[in-house]
Structure formats: C-alpha cells, structure tokens
C-alpha cells in the first residue's frame, strides 16, 4: 500500500485537533452511529482540561487505497521540542492557520524549521465561516512569511485550501462552500512524496518514547530501511554508533486510526512503534545487527528557562502525598527528560534538589500538575532565565522571546507602558479589526515571568498575549520585581476567621478561615511594598460582659485562588510554592524568621 507521512502544523487554537477529527470520521473511521467524543486526539487528561495539545500524537486514515499518517503536534511555543523531533519523521506538512488570526509567532516558529528541511507545505486557512476572517490578506501574509523564511521556489509554490474544520468541509476557493474535506484529502495525497527509502538493513530513528504498563518502553519512528517483524533480534546504537542494548522485539505496532495495533511485518516508509527495549531512547538508532552507524538526528533548541524542585520540608509534608522522598522525585524527572528532548534535568550541590530546565512557564507548570496528580509533594523556586556568555565579548547575553499581543484599543498605551519598564521594545502597532491593535513587541524572557496576571489585569480580561523564542541577546539590565510585600504567618495551627477579618482591610488573602497554616506560610498580598509578619490565627477574647454591636457575624471576603501557573509566575527569590497532590502553598524559603532576617542582611 502507498503511504503518505504528514504533520499538521499551527498557532495554538488554530484547530489542528478539529481538523483530525473531520479527516478520521471522513475516511470512514467510525461508524455512523458511533459515539466519538471532540477532539479525540487529545487524549491526555491535562489536554482536555487546558483545551491544548501537549503530546505529539499519531494517527492514520486511508483514502483511495493510500495510507495517509497524520501527526498531530502542540500549537504552543513551550512544547515547540515535541514538534522539532516529529518533522524528521513526515515528508509534508500541512499548514493551519486562523482566517481572521493570521500568521503568530508559533505558526512562524514551526514554519522555519520545516522550511530548512526542505518541507513541501500545504496551506490551509482554517475558521473561513468566521464573521471576521479575512482569508486572501491572509493568503498574502503567509506568502510574506515564506518570503522572510527564505522558502525556495519549489516551496513558495504551495497550494492553498480554505476550510471550516468544525462543519468538515474544505474548497479551493474561498468564496465557495466545500462539501467535505475530499479536496484536502486529494491536495495530501498529489503534493505530499512518498517516503523516500533506501535499500538496506532495517534502520529506524526513535523520535518519541512512553512507557506502556504491560508493553513496557515503546518507542516510535519511521522505518527508513528494510523491514521488521516481531521476535527480531535488534539492536539500539548511539548517535557515534556505539550499541546501547540488544533485544528481543516483542510487538511491532502500526497505527490505525487512533488505535495502535500489533502487525506481523511493518515495511520501509512506515511510522511504526516497536515494544521491547529497556535502554535505548529519543535519537537513538533501531537497527539490524550488521548496521554500525547510527543515524544522524535533528538538533533540538535548548531550554531556556529553569526552576528547582526539592523535597517538601514544611510541616504539613506529608499529608496528603505518598511520593515525598528526593529519590522518587529524581526518579520522575530523570525518565521525564529521557522522554522528552526540550527538558534537562540536573543535580544541585547538595543531591536533594533538581535543577529543570525547559522552554517555558507552562511547559514546567505542567509538568508540575502532572506530578501532583500523580501523588508527589515537591517545592518550586522562582524561575529563571538561562544565560550565555559571549564567545567574542564575553559579556552575558540572555533569551529574547517575540511577544504578539492582541488587545482593545483603550488599553493599547498601557500595555505598551507595562511592557517598557519590563524592558520590551515595540516594533510593530496596527489595527486588527474590531477595535482592536495588534503589537508586536521584542522583550527579555526575564522581563516576562510572571507578567500575564499583570497582562489581564491591564486589559480587563480581554487581551490576548502569545510568546515563542526569539533569540540569545545583549543583557537588558534590571528589570523590577513584584511591587507588593506579603502577609507571613507567625504561628501553627488554624485559621480563625476573627482573625483575618482584621487583616483584610491591609492586604489581599489567600486563605479563608479555617485552613491549616505554618510559622513562614505566605497567606495574602500586603497593599504596601513591604513583608508583614501576622498571626491569622488570633481569636476573640471571651467576657462576660455583653454590648450592642461586639456579636456581629464576621464576613470574609472571598480569597484570591492562585493556580499553580498563578503561583510560580508570583513568588520572588526568597520564596516557594508548595505543592501536593491537594493543596497549592506559598511560602518562604526559610521559615524561622531569625533565619529569613540574617539571609537578608548576608
């Protein structure tokens, strides 16, 4: 059978996931009367909670006898790693982007990389049925960023489809309604090669891992020669050929649909996951035993941001989690990053804590829920940005993110003050339609952490902000920090509403009464800059004596909740947030305040 390998390509919310849906039930994956539920690629629990694709995923559909494996990869700039890997693995891709949105960072971010791999892209201007798309102007942009992406000849001749992922339907027109998506279907199978194979031994490229509990580690790729069948003697090499490990393989697996299912052979040019190995990982060689050089894999860019995660000392640890220890949190972490290429883990001085490292905020922040779900205790620093040193100057250059921020008109001019004390500088500022503007801005990352509260803030709610890597840049100076101190809890125990009633006319909870709390436990946010030790657990004095208007009830009001995003972006240098499986804590980093009180003097 013929095949095609694609990857589905675009900005976070363009609606690549929509987009395979329509293509499974189109291709007769599922029978009329079947239950399917949306977006069914996004399988993991967090996706379907954030409305996000996190993990690469695969898939396949046949049309007209031809096997078409389509990948579906993350809109999001923070799992940018995943998308990097998967490009190796297709010979087309297809490109979706927002009728009325355009082109954004991360559609630009993914675009080069398959550029530079000599990808053919199909265009697809998806959301056509929107009031205000505007698909020929972003028909221009698009070839305006293949022009800035230096797209050779071959690719800036790309064919362009208009589709409503949602109604399932595509046309070649963009005035004209399709009926189904039969045009993209034809467009994939006349544009997209066929797998280029060599002849030789069996040799496939690892490009994602995961660890099934009854297979054990699966690892998948595309068979680039030869062929494999179950109980095959191979082997694992390294990238300098030198053999990790030979096996057994138990399972030779094919995807089908969404289903993985066992097949007796898999041939060159096919996406297949193979069960058996213990050792070997991402970027590693599966190959015959006569083969001695390993395949050359795709670079991936490195992290660029780091927080530490250590044990759980607070006297509440222990609780609620049942994974506290330094040994199960470096075993969690070491098999995160062997898994996924855009993680780093390291060890700190002292062994009891873990550096992490990855591209951004919410790639660790989900990380970190994922862990907490998983029954873990663990305590979070403030993140940092990771800096290089100038081969030629030796001066210290930091990461560059590109910010593209949508937002009302009103509040343009306070946004782009907010953005300016963080060191960002705008270089672009237009109309987008509806009221809107549209600012491109350049900004440190450093500058960035923790600025979307202050972001909604500013905006009302209404603005939206997307981010991706830029580039490694001068050292911008210093940038200010949080502007509010925070109210610190002086004792152990309880909670005790009479008491927080007195604390709210000076400060913003983030407790309600009756919550367990801890000498050093932050509980609010001081309206003033400094820190404010208090005691929440302060309670009425009784007497005897009984006057009009001492009884009242006492009314709390509601405490702010912090997400765990929330909370990492807010912390400073001095503090943590403390984490389990129910529970998301702040508090600092030393407890004792004669210890915090000496830490600041040194």
Known sequence: MDIRNIAIIAHVDHGKTTLVDALLRQSGQFRDNQQVVERIMDSNELERERGITILSKCGSVVWNDIRINIVDTPGHADFGGEVERILGMVDGVLLLIDASEGPMPQTKFVTAKALALGLRPIVVINKIDKPDARADAVHDEVFDLFVSLDANDEQLDFPVLFASAKNGWASLDSETKGADMTVLFDAVIHHVPPPTVTDGPFRMLATTLENDKFLGRVLTGRILSGSVTANTTMQALDRGGKQIERTRITKVLAF????????????????????????????????????????????????????????????????????????????RLMSEAEGNVAIRVTETAGGDAYEVAGRGELQLGVLIETMRREGFELTISRPRVLTREDPETGKTLEPYEDVVIDVDEKFAGTVVESIAERRGRMVDMRPSGGGKQRLHIIAPSRGLIGYHGDFMTETRGTGVMNRVFREYGPHAGPVAGRRNGVLISTGAGNSVAYGLMGLEARATLFITSG???????VIGENSRGN???????????????????????????????????QAIAYIQDDELVEVTPDTIRLRKRYLDTHVRKKAARA
């Open 256 to 331: 089908r649909g969404v289903a993985r299912e066992g097949v007796e052979a898999a041939h060159a040019g096919d996406i297949v996951a193979l069960a058996g190995f213990r050792n070997a990982s991402v970027a590693d060689t599966i190959c015959d035993l006569e083969v001695t050089v390993g395949l050359a894999a795709q670079p991936v860019d490195p992290p660029t941001l780091a927080m530490v995660f250590s044990v759980n000392d607070s006297p509440l640890a222990g609780r609620s989690g049942k994974k506290v220890t330094s040994r199960l949190i470096r075993d």
């Open 515 to 521: 919550v367990a709390v801890y000498a050093g436990m």
């Open 531 to 565: 820190d404010l030790e208090v005691n929440p657990m302060k309670s009425k004095q009784l007497t005897n004596i009984r006057a009009s208007g001492t009884d009242d009830a006492v009314r709390l009001t509601p405490p702010r909740r912090l997400s765990l995003e």
